[in-house]
């Protein structure tokens, strides 16, 4: 049986869909040119190009299989941990090619974090000690910083108030979509240019999503946001823009269609876009 997209609960329908702007499409952050990503010699993802704008929200969008989740990780580098994958192709991170050799991976991704499919604080540490983790790793050791940051990063992830008055309690006390907008604090504290979300959402319940997409909604005016997701009714919710992924017949996956969200929603280009939005196969 095809596995049909996520339809999400009604308690998320009363959502209201990210704004349309006016305003000029901004400049693009990221610059994605001919990506392929590959593992032991097979391609896993063929010639992806298109342009992230700064400050929007960007949904990965399409079938499991077909690559999202593999092309978002090759977005800070976190392939080069496994031996047998091979990136090619540019991904410019406001100009400077990620793979060119010039931006170690340690600094790109604090220039460009990741949120994962499940909250993974670390749940020994406490809350303070999970926020400001990034930080100490980048050599930040002066207190008053510290404390700044973390206070910054949670007022941010609409997390502070909950959580101000018990810093030092372990991580792995908190709710799991408190769990979630830890780790978004986590990441929010070297405050990166873009922020990668592998399926926030997928593992909390209907009340955690909305607050998580209110947030995603929040922070798009602060920081740019690429946002893996199998759930139409999100993705139309709170993205700007929309790429849609399909797998080849080889089993590649490769990018069929980018646009405005409304476009992709209302009027694609492709059909296999039309019907993948409107749950004809998943």
Partial sequence: MVDQPEVASATLDALPPAAASSEPEPESILM?????????????????????????????IGPSGSGKTTLLRALNRLHDTVSSARVTGSVLLNGTDIYGGALHPTLLRSRVGMVFQRPNPFPAMSIYDNVVSGLRFNGVRKKSLLDEAAESALIAAALWESVRNRM?????????????????????????????????????????????????????????????THNMQQASRVSHRCAFMLMGDDRAGELIEVGPTDQIFGSPTDQRTSDYVQGRFG
């Avoid at 994605?32 to 992230?52: C, E, M, P």
């Avoid at 929010?188 to 592998?198: I, K, Q, S």
């Fill in 32 to 60: 994605l040119r001919k990506v392929s990503v590959s593992f032991s010699g097979k391609l896993a993802v063929r010639d992806v190009t298109f342009d992230v704008p700064e400050k929007r929200v960007t949904a990965l």
């Fill in 168 to 228: 030092t309690a372990r991580a792995g006390v908190l709710s799991g979509g408190e769990q979630q907008r830890l780790c978004i604090a986590r990441s929010l504290a070297v405050e990166p240019e873009v922020l990668l979300m592998d399926e926030p959402t997928s593992a909390l319940d209907p009340q955690a999503t909305r607050r998580i997409e209110e947030l995603i909604d929040e922070l798009s005016d602060r920081v740019t946001m690429v946002i893996v």
